[in-house]
């Protein structure tokens, strides 16, 4: 697909502007060295080659055939290209499963036709995909109309053609060059997944940059981010469709709470990748993730002509996530020795003194990024980790000059002053904000420096780089799948629910499941004190809104309040199947927390966690990861937590039991990884965890089948 050595074009046009037509002309253009057979049955020649009536006609094997025909014609076409033993095909043609279920059938018999022969194929509904390194530019869009882009380390992938044409557009004015520009269409077959694994081993790509309506196999996505990864790939993301998200799910709180965009978010995240909501953000993010070397820490130095913007600056910031530490005392006081109006702290502010003298801003440059002991290339984690730094070295910078690049006065003197600030790269990735000429903004960028238009947008790209400066080069580890081992009943009240779970590990008080009101009482009097009464049904999820729980019920009481608690319920919900009463001690401990697990339809099984009760979704406070883990990441959830302090003891409140708690997140994921196929979701709400020491007991248990 992406290195052919011959290439076909059916439906190959002598009109280089029609679709058929412009795939060959940018073959041509582009100095495509393997053979070029275009197919028209009218015509002996197109575009000066020799023509061929069919695939037959070309008498030998082809590696990739561009189909440019309306889609009746592809089933045929496809044929042909398994007679001539095509290795793949990249299918122009729309009016498949975009049109609906019609579309969705001639599809799905393309691709058995394909799958059968062998063909791997590219669409339909595609708009292509260009090579650098090949020169196969199989495509009709018009981004080659000018030639062919410039070639660079960024490589491509979307499921949008427009969105790939418009980001190639930006980026090439950006100065920004290609590897590969690939667009997946209806992904019969090929999806974004599995270029981006190709991909992970391509040398000459340094960044992938993924664009994203859905995802088809999550796992495989996540397979293919965590090993581009691992090659040394930086991923960057933009996934549309946030706000219809979790909709069909609403009857479970874990549904709610862990929707799909959140499962997908700690997906890549937790895979390697980066993700961006907005075009001109994702732009940013490939721009620096191409140009600028890694980002160390945290420590971000400001630099402005403008007290203003330095608390813009500041502002976001702290909205990224970057520190701004001041810098040391010595060159503050060199600094107000030679600026005594300015600001030397951080952000520093050079003010507009620098406008008679230029040398001021090589001299603050210098004081905030001279490399001292962490030059490029000798940064050394565990002295930064200890704290054994030089407190005047940032790991990365941003300077702002307001229009003094575009001045024809200033530029040249602060251009100059700029280069004199730095050897031959600025140590650490600094980023020079301000209006730019364009000869200017190369200049910069030939010294080293990244060059935006906006502040706020330099430090968030900044931060998309320290993101995939920092992401592990492996992914995180997967907890153990124990096999299901039990066959799923047809459906399951909370008695029921919690016999299978407890069977799987999570811990629940003893439960006693009552037919009566007077077995209720006999229950509560075994127990010898005050009990939960709950009504048990496989219908009713929300007990409490519908008055069918009782709390703190003495045995005295017990027979009257279940008689009475059954008659409610089966008045407000008559159509739910009420199958008596569950009694179970009153269990206190130091705070309720719900735990969940759902089958996403892209990820599979998922573990969500958070501050729980009847409260959990107006508290939505979680934590979400693919299922299964392990405990330290069933840990590392709860930390992640802003109800954390709540769980380690604050105020005097004893610490939870947080061990008994991770054990019961990862024997939950554990159970939902091995019951993937058989059920939906499973939710503990409230599980009451204890101090520490005294375990953690799930109290309520749903578990909602396939």
Known sequence: MLAPNSIAIVGASDDPTRIGGRPLHFLKEAGFAGEIYPVNARRERVQGLPAYRDLAAIGKPVD????????AAVLDVMRSAAAVEARAAVLFSSGFAE???????????????????????????????????SRAAASFSSLFEQGLPRRGNVAVVS????????????????GLGFSHWITTGNEADLAVHDFIGALADAAEVSVIAVYLEGARDGRALVSAIARARRNGKRVVVMKVGRSALGEKAAQSHTASLAGDDVVFEVAIRDAGASR??????????????????????????????????????ADAAADTGFELPPLPPDRQARLRQICPFGSPINPVDVTAQAMNDMSLVTAHMREMFDAGQFAAGQFDAGQFAAGQFDAGQFDAGVAFFMNWLKSGHLAPALEAALADAVDDEPAVPIAIVGNVAEETRKALEAKGFLVFEDPSSAIEALAILREQSQAPAEPRPSGKTVAAGDVLAERYNEAEAAGLLAAHGIPFPKLTACSTSGEAADAVRAIGGPAVLKILSPDIMHKSDLGGVRIGI?????????????????????????????????????????????????????????????FAEIFADTATRLAPVMIAEATGMLQSLKGWPLLNGVRGRPAADIEALAEVIVNLSRFAAAHAEGVEAVELNPVSVGARGHGAFALDAVIHLS
Do not use: W
């Open 99 to 133: 049109l609906g279920e019609a579309g969705q059938a001639m599809q799905e018999e393309v691709l058995a036709l394909a799958q059968t022969a062998g063909i791997r194929v590219l669409g339909p509904n595609a708009l292509g995909l260009y090579c650098a390194e």
């Open 64 to 71: 990739l055939v561009i189909v440019a025909t309306p889609a």
């Open 554 to 614: 003495p045995p005295s009481a017990a027979e009257t309040e279940a008689a009475a608690m059954l008659a409610e319920v089966a008045a407000s919900c008559p159509t739910a199947r009420i199958e008596g009463v569950l009694v179970a001690p009153v269990v206190e401990g130091v705070a309720d927390i719900i735990v969940g697990a759902r089958r996403d339809p892209a990820f599979g099984p998922v573990i969500m966690v958070g501050l729980g009760g009847v």
């Open 276 to 313: 961006c909501d907005r075009i001109d953000g994702f732009l940013n993010a490939i721009y620096t993730l191409a140009k600028a070397s890694p980002i160390a820490g945290d420590r971000l130095g400001l630099l402005t002509v403008s007290g203003g913007v330095g608390v813009l600056m």
């Open 159 to 174: 499921q949008s053609g427009a969105v790939a044409v418009h980001l190639a557009y930006l980026a090439l004015e950006r």
